[in-house]
């Protein structure tokens, strides 16, 4: 069993994880090379919240400050009810408390910076390759296929293939994601746009916003620069579909657009301005899916790994889908560093493996609090009435616990532990 770091490790995957596991690879001194589908020219829409417990892995990596200015910085969330008095905060960010603001990015942006940061390092990336299988595994490494025809071999290959991931299906079968009866529907909008109310000029109106009202919450979050476009969305209950069935849904934008205003009466005046200034062709779609709670995230033979989203998927609702892939990549590039006679990679496995869970358990019943906050009027009524909680803000610095870990820090420990044991 190695008992050593590998002499290479293939990536399957060149989206946020498995960038970031390269860069933290070569910082850890150990040889990778990555494998994607995609060309590097197509394009990502959208945008994303990075809260400090990813900022200070990226600061790590010497990108955070190249980051910074390419996004927008803030500290919190204010959650406003119809009547538009604010009735809670929810913050996602705050130097004072945990080092650092929050920054909302756009996504290509984020991707661009990690593979120009790829490039400078010289780190092999091959685009267009789809993988398809594993071809054998045992303790001198690993052998996998793709879909031409062509294979490759690597001490270790991990899945950072996102949450329909082929690679996982090596590990796990049987398990698919599971689809949770929601959809977000989003558009991006000018702020200039919207109807702020008569006492509060666009300046003073607090953003990011989450408006409740009995049709459930309507998010609104600046997503650039200088604030001045808008990511404005909800959520919708929507029976599952397939992939074409989503692609059709995302097609038709009379359809969606028309789901998106269903009962705009019922939302305050700045939210029915939003609707009332959709560019259809922003429109999109996040159906929440997530991966049912595996039992390791590894082949029995310990040569295939996955992370990020094909391991933990988790909704968007509490800003951490990346921000839990990048101390995955992170926390495997340590423990790969520290491999020794007294830690082999199968204890190293099992051990990280329980030590992400246990974050991603508490990450995923945080994100749950916080869904259960933008469900419509009554639904909320009927988990309070069950005793269900929901997320209500309580004392400052109460989620230092995930913005203030020190995951590689806790990974060393371990692995000085098991050393000296």
Known sequence: ??????????????????????ISLHRQGISCSIYELREPSASTPGALMLSPNALHILDTLGLYDRLRPQGYNFESIAFKNHDGVTTDTYYLGGEKLYKYKALRIYRQVLLTELRAEVKRLQIPVTYGVKFSHVVSEDDSGVTFAFVDGTSASAGLLVGADGIHSTVRKHIAPSVVPKYGGLVAITCAIQKSTLTFPASTSPDEYPMPVSIHSKNGAFVMAPQNIDGSEVLAGTQRAWPEQDRAGWDALLANKPQLLELFRANIQDWPTIVQSALNNVSTDTLAIWPFYVVPKLDRWFSPAHRVVILGDAAHAIPPTAGQGASQGFEDAFTLAALLAGLAPKLPLDRALTVWKDMRQQRVDRVINLTLQLNAVRLPQAERDALAAEGKLVWQTGADGELAWLYNADVEREVRDFIEAEKRG
């Not at 069993?1 to 390269?22: D, E």
């Open 1 to 22: 069993m190695l008992s050593a770091p590998p002499t290479r490790v293939a990536i399957v995957g060149a989206g946020l994880a498995g960038l970031a596991l390269a």
